[in-house]
């Protein structure tokens, strides 16, 4: 798994990907800047909704209703944005099928092709036929068990899982790269065929290849296959 994408020239943008974040997350808009640059052709653009905490409280889950994310969606639409990207993974808990939902409202409503962070993250495990996975979550117990139920649910098994137990957004974004990269070793003692570090909070976009090539098995980061799915 490497995150060089494929260079651009130009004097202005020609593909204009329209992402919508969760209002906390501080992580999505630099590493998306980061993974392109080289790439002139391409400009990024962001839409919110409201979301502070993370957890298996119904409020928390509240905030991802799909009307919300769709309207935010629509405000990218003004910017005519080519493409449409939730860059969030809460259907990794809510159920896998949500996100598959959710970009066909974001199509009906927009006109805009769409994708979302979880559809990219198992387009990649799909098609390296992973089956045995390693997870790093910043996220609570109730959520991480959500997320291994709903892969065994799809034939693929978590082998190894390690989480920080964080509730708070704001949080995620401060966790270093050395220790979310500590975290991931740990899973690939496990012997999985990928790891996935499932959140865009995460500030592990750049440095899961450098990790991957090391480890010799793919780290896939949920901002980095949101932009290759972008690209692709």
């Known amino acids: 798994m490497h995150n060089r994408l494929p260079e651009t020239s130009g004097a202005g943008p020609r593909q204009h990907i329209g992402f919508v974040i969760p209002s906390s997350n501080t992580v999505v808009e630099p590493e998306a800047y980061r993974l392109l640059a080289g790439n ?27 009307e919300r994310i769709v309207a935010a969606g629509r405000l990218l639409a003004d910017a005519k944005v080519d493409k449409l990207a939730w860059a969030g993974t809460a259907a990794s808990w809510l159920g896998f099928m949500r996100d598959d939902s ?35 979550t910043p996220y609570v117990a109730e959520l991480e068990a959500r997320i291994i139920a709903n892969y065994s649910a799809i034939g693929i098994a978590v082998v190894g899982a390690a989480r920080l137990n964080l509730t708070e957004n704001t949080r995620f974004a401060q966790v270093s790269e050395d220790e979310i990269e500590s975290m991931a070793r740990g899973v690939a003692d496990h012997r999985p065929e990928a790891i996935v570090v499932m959140c865009t909070n995460l500030r592990f976009a750049v440095r899961s290849a450098v990790l991957g090539a090391k480890l010799g098995l793919p780290v896939i980061d949920s901002v980095a296959a949101t932009v290759r799915n972008c690209l692709g």
Not at 46 to 62: C, G, K, N, Q, Y
Not at 125 to 135: E, Q, V
């Open 40 to 66: 002139p052709g391409i400009s990024v653009h962001f839409s919110r909704i409201p979301v502070t905490v993370v957890s298996d409280s119904e409020t928390s889950l509240a905030q991802f209703e799909i």
């Open 102 to 136: 959710l970009v066909n409202e974001l199509k009906r409503a927009t006109g805009i092709a769409a994708t979302t962070s979880l559809l990219a993250v198992n387009g990649e495990l799909r098609r390296m036929n992973a089956r045995r996975i390693g997870l790093v």
